[in-house]
């Protein structure tokens, strides 16, 4: 157990934070550790490495945060999590933003994880098909949409939304693309080629760090989109899902309870499914599309 009113600085204990995409998500996580009564400089202190979309960095992150010899690492996202295993199996792992850890080959077992990494899982079976269905009733003739996927993960998320496309009739076109400099005009090139009529952008590292960039080359071709809850402000027509704010907010309980002696296989995988669903009613404007009240009704944000 990790004492909470040391007399030093030497005696806080540490905490390692690594971030596939960008930064906001960690502000959640500070926020649940307060809560709990972990305070900055006080009892605790954060080792925080964002790499931005920039996949390549995590090993190079996972290492140098192993080496400050800290208590736990806090990560986000999968393909962060499958770095930092691969850097150690010793040091306790604590993730949010995963969507299928079993899936992904982070652990067999929710109930008991094996290994060094337990968390919050954000996976919801139905959120590809609810963002699907929302498309659809902003441009009731949708028949193709495009779906934005991060070459450097794994095709979880990519292959779970082309079948949710399938069973409602439409034609999905996956396109990945690849970090640091995701070549997005080739990217928006081969939507036009397909007749993309709509794009839904996967919550995948490359596409949070560069979402402003992904709206505007959206908004020019007037291209209905969907984000993920928390790149809300990346400007796209909407934002469903849960935030990632809030599943890194839970994701502090677990680091809590290993910084006072818990062990990982002992925390089972939890889901955070929290949904909210933001319009933006300036983009509906510049892309010429029409929001039903209905949709407007069921909103938890409107941005205008």
Not at 28 to 53: D, M, P, S, T, Y
Not at 74 to 85: C, E, K, M, N, S
Not at 140 to 161: K, P
């Amino acid at each position: 157990m990790i004492a909470k009113s040391p007399k030093n600085n030497e005696n806080l204990a540490k905490i390692g934070v690594i971030v596939a995409g960008s930064a906001p998500p960690i502000e959640g996580f500070k926020e649940g550790l307060a809560e709990l009564g972990w305070i900055e400089e006080q009892n605790v202190n954060l080792v925080i490495r964002v790499a931005q979309g920039q996949i390549d960095r995590l090993p190079e992150f996972a290492s140098e945060i192993i080496g400050l010899d800290v208590d736990v690492i806090a990560v986000i996202g999968a393909v962060t999590v499958r770095a930092v295993q691969k850097a150690t199996s010793t040091v306790p792992i604590v993730f949010s933003v995963v969507v299928e850890p079993v899936g992904d080959k982070l652990t067999t077992n929710l109930r008991r994880p094996d290994g060094n990494a337990t968390g919050v899982t954000t996976f919801d079976p139905h959120q590809a098909v609810k963002q699907l269905e929302f498309l659809k009733m902003v441009r009731q003739t949708l028949t193709r949409v495009a779906i934005l996927s991060d070459l450097d993960v794994s095709e979880c998320l990519s292959n779970s939304n082309r079948e949710a496309a399938q069973k409602l009739g439409f034609q999905p076109q996956i396109i990945r693309v690849k970090g640091p400099l995701p070549d997005y005009q080739a990217a928006f090139s081969a939507m036009d080629q397909g007749r993309a009529e709509a794009l839904v952008v996967l919550e995948e590292p490359i596409n949070a760090a560069c979402r402003k960039q992904i709206a505007e080359l959206a908004a020019v071709r007037r291209l209905p989109t969907i984000f993920a809850r928390e790149q809300a402000d990346a400007g796209g027509l909407i934002a469903y899902g849960t935030s990632l704010r809030e599943a890194a907010k839970h994701m502090a309980v677990y680091a809590d309870k290993i910084l006072k002696g818990a062990k990982p296989d002992e925390l089972p995988i939890e889901a955070a499914l929290r949904h909210e669903l933001v319009i933006n009613l300036g983009t509906a404007r510049k892309v010429g599309v029409t929001i039903p009240l209905e949709l407007i009704d069921r909103a938890s944000q409107l941005i205008n």
